[in-house]
């Protein structure tokens, strides 16, 4: 049962553009969502975290926001630099699971220069 | 500040035999979670420790076993080993109840 969903496996933007990836969740009990970047042979690293009492975080260049009624949360970077092509992945959390991220599958991102 | 240090980086074993992996977390970091990455899988979550209990568990088999020491370092273990275990193997750790939560480079496991 996958309760993160992450439908694009991958993403082509040009430099500069707009990219905007994006997340679904089923578990109504969520209450805390993180993005995490990812390059080859390295951890995962933190990007930006929403909690359900807001509906956007933004940060820099990234801005998360969260559509609770639709379950829908995306990831916005404005603008898209080749430093940033990575694999992308947003993790869910709730009160109950503590300290347990469930991780969505990952979509590549490719920023073309 | 040292980041999460997980030991060793790179680990090839053959199918039924055993292997520990080891995560030293940030210092002052008291909880330690673990994570498998496989191909085309998000990371599934195996299990946290927090001062040196089990305390939540993801839904891997029993060959999956962990523990933590007084001094937060966590190491995991998988006995008899299968093709499929092969993965990359992340560890977590975090100031507090999802405060901070900061992962090591990971140890890519092949086993063949």
């Known amino acids: 049962d996958q309760q993160v969903k992450q439908n694009s496996p991958s993403l082509s933007v040009q430099e500069g553009r707009i990219s905007i990836l994006n997340c679904d969740y089923t578990n109504s009990m969520f209450d805390y969502f993180l993005w995490y970047k990812k390059y080859p042979a390295e951890g995962p690293t933190f990007l930006i975290s929403?909690?359900?009492?807001?509906d956007k975080n933004e940060d820099g260049r990234f801005t998360v926001f969260l559509n609770k009624s639709a379950k829908h949360l995306s990831l916005h970077i404005v603008p898209s630099q080749p430093g940033d092509s990575a694999v992308y992945f947003c993790a869910a959390s709730s009160m109950e699971y503590g300290n347990k991220l469930v991780f969505g599958a990952g979509t590549i991102l490719r920023v073309k220069s | 500040k040292a980041g999460v240090t997980q030991t060793p980086r790179y680990l090839i074993k053959t199918r039924g035999q055993q292997v520990t992996l080891s995560c030293s977390p940030i210092s002052g970091h008291r909880s330690v979670s673990w994570y498998q990455q496989t191909p085309g899988q998000g990371l599934q979550f195996l299990f946290e420790y927090f001062s040196e209990t089990q305390r939540n568990k993801g839904n891997f088999p029993g060959r999956f076993s962990g523990r933590q020491f007084s001094n937060s370092r966590s190491e995991m273990n998988v006995s008899t080993l299968e093709l499929g275990d092969s993965a990359l193997y992340l560890c977590?750790?975090?100031?507090?109840?999802?405060?901070?939560?900061?992962f090591g480079s990971g140890t890519r496991l092949t086993v063949v």
């Open positions: 929403i909690s359900s009492i807001k």
């Open positions: 977590a750790s975090s100031l507090g109840e999802r405060i901070g939560y900061t």
